[in-house]
Nanobody, 115 residues
Framework: QVQVVESGGGLVQAGGSLGLSCAAS????????MGWYRQAPGNQRELVAS???????NYADSVKGRFTISRDNAKNTVYLQMNSLKPEDTAVYYC?????????WGQGTQVTVSS
């Protein structure tokens, strides 16, 4: 079993920065992927960014150049640094750990960007 816990988030003005972190614990495979999704009210959950245990990254077009995903394999932790935030980035951000064809989700953390 895998547990995923997010931290960070909050309220920030447009143009500001915010950082999220997510720690996975339990039976973690050495080869896996971790990532961040977000869901705004009335919208579907969408991929923000992902990173493999080999440090390959993938970003949504809407966040390229503004968000940076990174990870610490020794700590099974993934980070999301969000810069130049826009009101449309407002959403609940979810962390996911994927391994062996299974996906483990965190409880989500709210990010609100005021204009």
């Amino acid at each position: 079993q895998v547990q995923v816990v997010e931290s960070g988030g909050g309220l920030v003005q447009a143009g500001g920065s915010l950082g999220l972190s997510c720690a996975a614990s339990g039976s973690i495979f050495s080869i896996n992927a971790m990532g961040w999704y977000r869901q705004a009210p009335g919208n579907q959950r969408e991929l923000v960014a992902s990173i493999t245990s080999g440090f390959s990254t993938n970003y949504a077009d809407s966040v390229k150049g503004r968000f940076t995903i990174s990870r610490d394999n020794a700590k099974n932790t993934v980070y999301l640094q969000m810069n130049s935030l826009k009101p449309e980035d407002t959403a609940v951000y979810y962390c996911v750990e994927s391994q062996g064809g299974l996906h483990y989700w965190g409880q989500g953390t709210q990010v609100t960007v005021s204009s």
